[in-house]
């Protein structure tokens, strides 16, 4: 990130708070025409050009039913979206709503999004349309209810099922709770010790052998047991071990909590030393997936996201999915959400929840259509279950998905740090130093990283 954002960001809060003075001190319009309501679109999804007719209808059906509010949709490209929001703040024209963003987009803008708890209150909106876990994911601590359900994207474990038959084990669980079951008959707790056995089990040399026999030659693998699909951020495989932030709650000392340290060596030793998932240079390659490896039909098992079934099609039809393992006897699943935000400096906080409200309600059809996003609104899921099992014709236990909700990470894994980006980006390095170079003393380099982090963390004071 550019050093001038910086400098933008140090000036955010307060200009936030003086524009969020001014508007919400109306609490609405006093003209008597239309209150214009900004949308600003970039953040996230919603940029590609064949995403803006659809999104002009949902405009002009808000605005045809709504003739006290006239909505307008500002799209930015994604590349400068960034820049673009920081600037219309500081310079005092600031939209009303921004999304569809998920959480690492919106903590750019970290303490400048309105606290929707009174405007929920206010109007009665029924939040018991969502899954508990869905609206919980949105309440931060010393800023409220900042967001409300829209785009969920669950994770879970996907896998082959011709794979456990040819090697003779049970499926995963598809019920949290429910232990692995061995072919004798004795059960173990599905957790991430648990996982490793399957796995290596799972992961076969060029003479057949598995990564627990003794004879086997990692140099010269077939099929890999496990991989993490569409995740570049420590911070995200850390989690799945239990949710956390790497910031301390003083908001300014870092920290590397112990179960996403014991999470980061278990990736490594499950590349470099138990040799059941396949390091990044190979995954990249067209042999294996080309960034998306459980795609190419060589791995029996991978935790990642809904959305993931964007990229799976060359995988077969005898998938499915089972739910995420446990860590010392919790299980976090990680949760991806995307939805729309009010900027505090809104001159017009309530005509600005009556669109949200929209956006999230009666224009959520047709928007999560353009998106692909899976609806968190529980009324509306069975019909896009339908839709996915026009897709894939085995049909997959997405209950498996439907249930992780309730086991979602909160905090989020894409929470607040100072210096966001900079300190995402150092994460993602860190990350990426774990998935690429084997030799490594992993204490070594998570002290180095907290170390980074702290230098990163400083700069903000």
Known sequence: MKKSL???????????????ACGNASGG?????????????GLGTGGDAEQQEPQQKVVDAFNASHPNIKLTMEVVPYASAYETLATEITSGN?????????????????????????????T????????????????????????????????????????????????????????????????????YDTLQKVAMKLTVDENGLTADQESFDPTKIMQYGFVWEGHDDARAVGSYWGANKLIASDGKTAQIPAEWEAAWKWTYDSIWKYHFQPDYALYQTEAWGASTPFNSGKIAMDITFLWDTCCIGDAGNEWDVAVVPSYNGKTTA???????????????????????????????KDLL????????????QAAFIDQL???????PDWQVALDGVQYADNPSFEAYMPNYNEALNRSRVFYNLILTTDGLNMDDEIAKFK?????IFDKAK
């Open 94 to 122: 600031p939209p009303d709503i921004v999304g569809p963003v998920g959480v690492s987009g919106s903590e750019g803008f970290h303490g400048m999004w309105m606290d929707l708890e009174p405007y929920v209150t206010k």
């Open 334 to 364: 990680n949760l991806n959400a995307d939805t729309f935000r009010i900027l505090k400096s809104s001159k017009h906080p309530d005509e600005a929840f009556e669109v949200l409200t929209y956006l999230i309600g009666d224009g959520s």
């Open 369 to 380: 259509l353009t998106y692909g996003a899976f609806p968190s609104r529980k009324s509306d």
């Open 6 to 20: 910086y400098i933008l960001a140090a000036v955010l809060i307060v200009t936030s708070m003086i524009l969020s």
């Open 29 to 41: 319009s006093t003209s008597s025409g239309p209150v214009e309501i900004r949308w600003y679109i």
């Open 389 to 395: 099992n026009e897709q894939f014709t085995q049909k």
């Open 124 to 191: 009665n909106y029924d939040l018991s349309v969502f899954d508990k876990g869905a609206v919980d994911f949105y309440k931060v601590g010393g800023e409220g209810l900042i967001g409300l359900p829209f785009a969920i994207y669950p994770s879970m474990v996907f896998y082959q099922k011709g794979m456990f038959d040819e090697a003779g084990l049970n499926y995963p669980p598809h019920k949290y709770g429910e232990k692995y079951k061995w072919p004798d008959g004795t059960e173990e707790e599905w957790n």
């Open 451 to 455: 170390t980074d982090l702290q230098g």
